[in-house]
């Protein structure tokens, strides 16, 4: 239910919700691979890679390859990407807070874990 909350608000951006994870995901870690990415963000590769190139289109993030491995290409955040996701993911901790409100730290702690124990359990289908 917060994530569908949260794509009603992310649409006013016309951004959906894997998308908005991308920019999170590389606003934290600078760049990554495709693979690195799908991991962080539970997208299929070949739907991330659509997706990375809509986000190319919109000049959100660039695909580099890198000097010392022409094998790989890293994913990372233009600085419209880094501004977008600097505007987006104050709205994103609003709606958590707003989501374990009532909730004290070792209950959220546990909260989390549990759902990462459940998405690798998931991962492994």
Known sequence: RLGERFSV???SYDMTLPM???LAALRQDESKTLTELSDMVSVEISTLSRLVGQLVRRNLVSRVRPADNARIVRITLTAKGEELADELMPIAAMFEKTAIEGLDPAE???FKSILRHI???IAGL
């Open 119 to 121: 998405g690798r359990n």
């Open 108 to 110: 959220v702690k546990l």
């Open 9 to 11: 608000r992310l649409a």
């Open 20 to 22: 908005y994870r991308v």
